[in-house]
C-alpha cells in the first residue's frame, strides 16, 4: 500500500524508569530517588527512543519529521507525521505494539528494527525483529551473539553496528557486533575501549562516535571513542564536560552536540568544536531531560522531552522555538526522518487540531 524507504536514523538508547532508579541509588542521590519513585508510580511504563542520523539532512525541505507511540489500545502504535508549515502533528497509520520492552530501535531500508530487549525483568534477549511500519508485519532476523539492552547503534556504509549493552549478570558489554543486511549474518569486531550501556551513538565522516552512558559500577562516563571501519580500530576522542547517560549526540555546524542525560545533576548542553578541540556549554532547551532526542532537521536541531514536546534549536544563534506538541502523551518516543520525495502523505494522514 505504501512505497517508502526510511532512512538516515541512529538510535538513542531505550530506557525505563526502573533502571535509572537502580543507577540513581547506587549513586547515592536518595533525593532524586525519591523523585523517580513517584514517577514510576505514576507511569508504569517504559521508553525506547532513536535519534535520526544527520549527515545527508542538509534541507528541511528534503525530508519529514515522524515520530511514533502507543494509543490507548495497549496493542497499537501510532505514526504521526510533522508538517512544519502549519505547525500540525497528523496521524500517518499504525503498527502492532511490539512485544518487548528495553529494546533498542532502529530504521533502516523501510524497517523499524529491534533489537534486544527484555522479555521480562532481567531476562534479556539477542532477537532481531524487523517490522513494517506500513504493513504491520514483521520479519525475524538472525539474532545477535550476545542476549542485552541498551545497546547503541548506528550504520555505516551499509553495516549495522552495534555497540556495547546490558545482559545477564548483570553484564556490562565493550563488544561490537556487526550485522550485514544482505547476508542476514553478524560478525564481532573490535571491542570499545570502555564497556558502557546507555550511551550515545552517532556517524560522522565514515567513523562511529560513541560518547557517555554507564560502566562499571553503575558509574557514568563523559569518555568518548571513535571507531574507523575500514582499519577496525577505536580511538579516544576529548571527553565531554560532564558525565552523561540517556542522552543524545549530533553534529552541526561544524560542530558536535551533546544534550540531556543525568537527571540530578541538572547538566546543560554542550558543544564540541572541531577546530579548537574544546567543548563548551550551551543554553539546553529542553531542561536536561533524560529521554532526550536530537535530530538535525535542515539547518537547525529537532529535540524533544517529555515525551511529546518539540523544540527547534538553532545551532549559530542558540534560539529556541517550541513546536506544537503531539497528542501521543507517553513515555514511549520514537522519531524519525523520512524522504518527501518517497512518500505521498496526502491520502495517509488525518488532521489534528491538537
Known amino acids: 500500500m505504501y512505497k517508502k524507504n526510511l532512512e538516515n536514523i541512529i538510535w538513542h538508547i531505550g530506557s525505563s ?151 545477564n549478570g548483570p553484564s556490562i558489554y565493550d563488544t561490537v557486533e556487526r550485522y550485514d543486511p544482505k547476508t542476514d549474518s553478524w560478525a564481532f569486531m573490535a571491542p570499545m575501549l570502555t564497556k558502557r550501556y546507555f550511551h550515545a551513538v552517532n556517524v560522522w565522516e565514515g567513523k562511529m ?24 580500530t577505536w580511538t579516544l576522542g576529548t571527553p565531554m564536560q560532564v558525565n552523561r547517560y540517556g542522552f543524545s549526540i549530533v553534529f552541526a555546524d561544524a560542530s558536535l552536540f551533546a544534550f540531556g542525560g543525568d537527571w540530578y545533576n541538572g547538566v546543560q548542553g554542550e558543544r564540541f568544536n572541531f577546530t579548537t578541540k574544546k567543548w563548551s556549554k550551551i543554553i539546553n532547551p529542553i531542561d536536561s531531560t533524560m529521554w532526550s532526542e536530537a535530530i538535525v532537521f535542515g539547518e537547525n536541531i529537532i529535540l524533544s522531552a517529555n515525551y511529546d514536546i518539540y ?31 518517497l512518500v505521498n502523505l496526502a491520502p495517509q494522514v488525518e488532521e489534528r487540531n491538537n
Open 17 to 167: 524508569l526502573r533502571d535509572v532508579i537502580q543507577i540513581t541509588y547506587k549513586m547515592k542521590s536518595f533525593k532524586t530517588l525519591s523523585l523517580f519513585i513517584l514517577l514510576a508510580i505514576v507511569t508504569f511504563v517504559h521508553s525506547a527512543t532513536v535519534i535520526a542520523k544527520d549527515e545527508s539532512t542538509k534541507s528541511d525541505e528534503q525530508y519529514t519529521l515522524f515520530a511514533v507511540g502507543p494509543t490507548s489500545n495497549p496493542k497499537a502504535y501510532t505514526v504521526e507525521v510533522y508538517d512544519p508549515e502549519k505547525d500540525l502533528w497528523s496521524i500517518f497509520t499504525k503498527f502492532e505494539r511490539i512485544t518487548n520492552y528495553d529494546y533498542s530501535p532502529f530504521v533502516f531500508n523501510g524497517k523499524l528494527l529491534i533489537f534486544g530487549g527484555e522479555t521480562d525483568a532481567f531476562v534479556y534477549s539477542n532477537e532481531v525483529v524487523a517490522y513494517d511500519l506500513m504493513k504491520n508485519t514483521s520479519t525475524n532476523l538472525s539474532p545477535m551473539g550476545e542476549k542485552k539492552t541498551k545497546v547503541g547503534i548506528s550504520e555505516i556504509d551499509g553495516y549495522i553496528y552495534v555497540t556495547g549493552g546490558q545482559g
Open 209 to 232: 562516535y560513541v560518547a557517555g552512558g554507564v560502566f562499571e559500577g553503575d558509574k557514568s562516563t563523559n569518555s568518548i571513542e571513535i571507531y574507523d571501519p575500514k582499519s577496525n
Open 311 to 341: 523544540h527547534e534549536f538553532n545551532p549559530k544563534t542558540n534560539e529556541v522555538r517550541e513546536l506544537k506538541s503531539r497528542t501521543l502523551k507517553t513515555s514511549e518516543t520514537l522519531s524519525f526522518l523520512l524522504k518527501k520525495s
